[in-house]
C-alpha cells in the first residue's frame, strides 16, 4: 500500500501514523550518529572531501542507508560542509581545515524510504583555538535551536518557533539568516510546512507562521545565524551560500516529530540533553 495515501493531511502537511514515525526515529538516529562518528575526524590538516568519503562510506556500508544529498538536485556530494563565513550548502572539496576554524556539517540519511536531517558545528583543533567572537555565535545558534524546540507542542504555532529563535539572536546582536528555512520532512527530504526562523518584516497573519502544531507533524528546526549582517551570496558553484559581508555564520539543526504533550527529537545526539 501507498502510505502516502494512508496520510492524513493538513493543509499539505503530511501527519505522521506512528509507525512511520517510528522509522523516522530510525533515520534521526542514524543521522546523529553519523555527527557523533565524525567528530574525531574533523581535524587540521584534513579536507572537507575525505570527511565527506567518511561519512559515505559509514552511511552506505555501515549502517546500510542512503546519503540523501547525493545527487539531490545535482547536488555532488554526501553531505554539506560549511566553513566560517559558509552559511550553508558548502560542497565538500580539497580545501584543508585549519586550526581556529568552524565548520558545520550536515547529515541527511534515508532508511528504510524514510529522512533523517541533521547539522551540528564543530571546532576546528579545538574550542580554544576558535575566536571569542567564533564561540559566541557558536554558542548562541545552538541556543537559538534550543529556544525554537522549547515551544514546540500541540497547539502553539510556527510563529512561537520563529519569534523564539529571533529574539535570543537579536539579543545577541547577531541576525538571522532569512532567504533559508526549515522544513517537512518524511518520505520526501523537503515537506511542507516552511519553518521559519524570524518573524520581523513579515505580516503576524503569513500563512507559514500561522501554521498551528498538531501531533504527526516532522519537521527540521535549522537557524542559520550570522555575526554581521544577514544578507547572503550564493557562489557560481549553485549551491555555496555565504555572508556578503564575509561575516562568521553558524547552524544546528535538528528532526522534530511533534506527540500528543510536546515534542520528541528524533535526531537528538549521545552528548545532548535535550
Known sequence: ???????????????????????????????????????????????TEALDKICHDYIVNEQAAIPAPLKYRGFPKSICTSINHVVCHGIPSDKKLKAGDIINIDVTVIKDGFHGDTSKMFFVGGRDKASILAQRLTDVTYECLMRGIEVV?????????????????????????EVFCGHGIGQAFHEEPQVLHYVS???????????????GMTFTIEPMINAG???????????????????????????????????????KRQDESI
Open 229 to 267: 549582517k544577514k544578507h547572503v551570496t550564493i557562489l557560481r558553484d549553485g549551491w555555496t551560500a555565504v555572508t556578503k559581508d564575509k561575516s562568521l555564520s553558524a547552524q544546528w539543526e535538528h528532526t522534530l516529530a511533534i506527540t500528543e504533550i510536546g515534542v520528541e527529537v528524533l535526531t
Open 153 to 177: 507542542k500541540p497547539g502553539n504555532k510556527l510563529l512561537d518557533v520563529a519569534n523564539a529563535i529571533e529574539k535570543h539572536a537579536k539579543s545577541h546582536n547577531f541576525s538571522v539568516v
Open 1 to 47: 500500500m501507498n502510505l502516502l495515501k494512508s496520510n492524513r493531511r493538513m493543509n499539505n502537511i503530511i501527519l505522521k501514523t506512528p509507525e512511520q514515525i517510528e522509522k523516522m526515529r530510525v533515520a534521526g538516529r542514524l543521522a546523529a550518529d553519523v555527527l557523533e562518528m565524525i567528530g574525531q575526524h574533523v581535524v587540521p590538516g584534513v579536507t
Open 201 to 215: 518584516k513579515l505580516p503576524h497573519e503569513h500563512k507559514c507562521l500561522q501554521t498551528v502544531l498538531k501531533p
